[in-house]
């Protein structure tokens, strides 16, 4: 039961540089989101999505682009990386139901040189 | 602007010993709240989910409560061992979805 999957585990960039996080998940979870988790400032959530073709900006959405294009996938891409994008980021997923527990991806560590 | 706090920000404890971890919010219109445990460099694990009409939930060794009234959670964690030396974190959800607002965790050490 492979649950929320994130790739890569660990990237390194340079300033300017595109790349995209990927997050799947195997679960067929309506709801689908990204944190990203800093020192002193906790998890904070970058965007989300409610369903295939819904998405929406949380806190911290400057830089990033997100799409849902199939209920299973939700990436990230930041377009042109910057060094305040080093961060550890993960995914996150779940029913919306009353319920509602959220399942959290390993995450992905990135550098942004 | 929901805002969720951990206070203690680390704790230390002998093995045996039982937990208490805290954690208050400031809007009391909350659907539910999550506590979670983290391992260094790892991701996060669901340890116990409190629906807002529930007071309490308990799993094994864990019990978690909930006074939405007054905006706390305690999470407690009886006859402690050195394997739930973790970082734990309490997080609320203000309505159906997924939009989590986490408080900063609580790193836990418990010495053998």
């Known amino acids: 039961n492979a649950g929320v999957t994130q790739t890569p585990k660990f990237q390194v960039l340079k300033t300017g540089q595109s790349m995209t996080l990927q997050c799947a998940q195997d679960?067929?979870?309506?709801?689908m989101s990204w944190y990203r988790q800093d020192p002193g400032m906790g998890l904070r959530l970058i965007h989300y999505?409610?369903?295939?073709?819904?998405?929406d900006q949380g806190e911290v959405p400057n830089g990033y682009n997100v799409s849902r294009s199939t209920t299973e996938d939700f990436p990230l891409r930041l377009l042109s990386a910057a060094p305040s994008q080093t961060s550890v980021y993960f995914c996150?997923?779940?029913?919306?139901?009353?319920?509602?527990?959220?399942?959290f991806g390993a995450g992905t560590r990135l550098s942004v040189l | 602007k929901q805002e969720v706090t951990q206070i203690p920000a680390a704790l230390s404890v002998p093995e045996g010993e039982n937990l208490v971890l805290n954690c208050s919010f400031t809007?009391?219109?909350?659907?539910?709240l999550q506590w979670f445990r983290q391992d260094p460099g790892k991701g996060l694990t669901s340890l116990l989910l409190?629906?807002?009409?529930?007071r309490e939930q308990t799993s094994g060794r864990l019990n978690a409560s909930l006074d939405k009234s007054s905006g706390r959670s305690t999470l407690y964690i009886a006859a402690s061992q050195p394997g739930d030396s973790a970082t734990y974190l309490c997080?609320?959800?203000?309505?159906?979805?997924?939009?989590?607002?986490f408080g900063g965790g609580t790193r836990v050490l418990v010495k053998p």
């Open positions: 679960m067929n979870h309506e709801y």
């Open positions: 996150a997923s779940s029913t919306g139901t009353a319920k509602n527990i959220q399942y």
């Open positions: 999505s409610v369903g295939a073709g819904i998405t």
């Open positions: 409190i629906q807002s009409s529930q």
């Open positions: 809007d009391s219109a909350i659907y539910n």
């Open positions: 997080a609320v959800i203000k309505a159906a979805g997924n939009k989590l607002t």
